[in-house]
C-alpha cells in the first residue's frame, strides 16, 4: 500500500465496526461524570496498550494520551475524542441503557452518556487499532488524546482540555493539526456538518453582585433601591449587542438567567445577585463584551446610588477551525462519507474545549450526524435530553473520518 488518499479511503472491517459498536455500549452501560472517568480511563489505557502504543494516564486527572508513531517520516497529528457523561437519568429502552448512579452537587443523580462521548471514545479506539494495523504504512506520529470533563469540571476542580495543555499535552510533541468530532442528533445517520472558522460559540458565566442600601418599602427614598438599579442593568445591557458591538463581524447573545434579592414584599433589600451568559462567535468582540458589559453595569448602579460588582468566569472560546486545513481535508470528509452528506453547518451557540485545542495548532472540528434515516432530526431527542438516541450506523463514518485524516494530511 504505497498511499493511501482521498480519492481511494481507509475503510474499515466489519469485525473491528462490530467491535466499537460493542465498546460503545459497554461504555453507555458504565458512564461516569467529568473528572471522574476511571474505569473508561482504564478501558482506553489498556486498549491502547495492547495495541503497543505509548500511554500516558492521568493526565488533567483521568485523560488519556497515546502515541502511535509510524514508519515513515511526517507530520504529527492529534485526534481527540472526550470521555465524560452527565447527569441524566436515562429514559431510553435500550437494552443497553445506563443504570448508573453518581453523586453530583451533594445529591444522587442518574449518569447517562447524553451528548455520545461514548461514541467519541468507541470511535477513537478503533481509529487506533486501524491505525496502528497500518503503522507500516503511517507517515509521522498520530496522538490520541481521550480527554476528561469535556462538560465542565466539578465545583472547584480544574479539568478538560484547557487542563490537558496546561499540563504540557502539546509541550514535548506539539501536533501540526488536531481533529475532532461530535456526534449530533440534529443530523441524519452518517451525515456530516462542518464549517470553515468559528463553528461554535464562546461560552462565558457573569455575575453582577448589585449592592444598594435597605429600606421599608413604603420609604424607598430613605435607602437605594438594588431591584430597580438591576432592572435597569438588565435593560442597558441589552444594548451592548444591539448598539456597542460590531455585529456584522459575528452573532453575539448576553442572557440573563438568574435575578436573585429581597426577602419580603415591604423591604427593599440591601443587594441583588444577577447571572447570566455571554455567547459570541468573534475573539475581539468577546473581549469588548466583557469590557462593556462591567461598565454598563457600573455606571448604571453609580447613577442610581447603588454599586454593581461583576465576575466574568471565563469559560470555552470561539470554536474555530482553520479554514486552510478544513478546506485541506474537505475532499477527505466528501470521500469517506459521500459528498451529497457533507454540508456546511450552521453556527451553533453551544460551546466546546475542543476550542482551546484549536488555539494552539490547526484544528478542524465536525459534527457527525446520528439521527436515522426516515427521523426527522429537528424533532430528535436533542443532545443533553433522557430520551438522547444515537444510531450506530454512524460509528463506522466516524471512526473512519479519524483514520483518513491521518493519512490524508501526511500525504498533502
Known amino acids: 500500500m504505497a498511499a493511501l488518499a482521498a480519492d481511494d479511503p481507509v475503510r474499515i472491517s466489519a469485525e473491528l465496526e462490530q467491535q466499537v459498536i460493542e465498546w460503545r455500549r459497554d461504555l453507555h452501560q458504565h458512564p461516569e461524570l467529568s473528572n471522574r472517568e476511571f474505569r473508561t480511563a482504564k478501558v482506553v489505557a489498556e486498549h491502547l496498550r495492547k495495541l503497543g502504543l505509548e500511554v500516558q494516564t492521568e493526565v488533567a486527572h483521568t485523560g488519556v494520551v497515546g502515541i502511535l508513531k509510524g514508519a515513515k517520516p511526517g507530520p504529527v497529528v492529534a485526534l481527540r475524542a472526550d470521555m465524560d457523561a452527565l447527569p441524566v437519568t436515562e429514559k431510553t429502552d435500550l437494552p443497553f441503557k445506563s443504570t448508573a448512579t453518581a453523586e453530583y452537587r451533594g445529591e444522587e443523580v442518574g449518569v447517562m452518556h447524553a451528548c455520545g462521548h461514548d461514541m467519541h471514545v468507541a470511535m477513537l479506539m478503533g481509529a487506533a487499532e486501524q491505525l496502528a494495523a497500518l503503522q507500516n504504512e503511517l507517515a509521522g506520529t498520530v496522538m490520541f488524546i481521550f480527554q476528561p470533563a469535556e462538560e465542565g469540571a466539578p465545583k472547584g476542580e480544574e479539568g478538560g482540555a484547557e487542563l490537558m495543555l496546561e499540563q504540557g499535552l502539546f509541550a514535548d510533541l506539539k501536533p501540526d493539526a488536531v481533529f475532532g468530532i461530535h456526534v449530533w442528533s440534529a443530523g441524519t445517520t452518517g451525515h456530516i456538518g462542518y464549517r470553515s472558522g468559528p463553528l461554535m460559540a464562546s461560552s462565558d458565566r457573569f455575575e453582577i453582585n448589585v449592592k444598594g442600601r ?199
Open 214 to 412: 435597605q429600606t421599608h418599602g413604603s420609604r424607598p427614598w430613605g435607602g437605594v433601591d438594588p431591584i430597580v438599579t438591576a432592572a435597569q442593568i438588565i435593560n442597558n445591557t441589552q444594548t451592548i449587542i444591539s448598539r456597542q458591538v460590531d455585529i456584522t463581524k459575528a452573532p453575539a447573545v448576553v442572557s440573563f438567567g438568574i435575578v436573585e434579592g429581597g426577602v419580603r414584599n415591604n423591604i427593599i433589600p440591601d443587594e441583588v445577585y444577577l447571572e447570566g451568559t455571554i455567547r459570541n462567535f468573534d475573539m475581539d468582540n468577546r473581549a469588548q463584551i466583557f469590557e462593556n458589559l462591567k461598565t454598563t453595569a457600573e455606571h448604571t448602579a453609580a447613577s442610581s446610588g447603588a454599586e454593581a460588582h461583576v465576575h466574568i468566569d471565563e469559560g470555552y472560546p470561539v470554536t474555530i477551525n482553520n479554514p486552510e486545513l478544513t478546506a485541506q481535508m474537505l475532499p477527505t470528509i466528501e470521500q469517506v462519507a459521500g459528498a451529497d452528506k457533507v454540508k456546511v453547518n450552521p453556527l451553533v451557540t453551544g460551546a466546546e474545549d475542543f476550542s482551546f485545542y484549536a488555539l494552539e495548532v490547526p484544528g478542524l472540528f465536525v459534527f457527525l450526524g446520528i439521527t436515522p434515516e426516515g427521523q426527522d432530526p429537528a424533532t430528535a431527542p436533542s443532545n443533553h435530553s433522557p430520551y438522547f438516541y444515537a444510531d450506530e450506523d454512524a460509528l463506522k463514518v466516524g471512526t473512519e473520518l479519524y483514520v483518513n485524516w491521518v493519512f490524508d494530511y501526511a500525504e498533502d
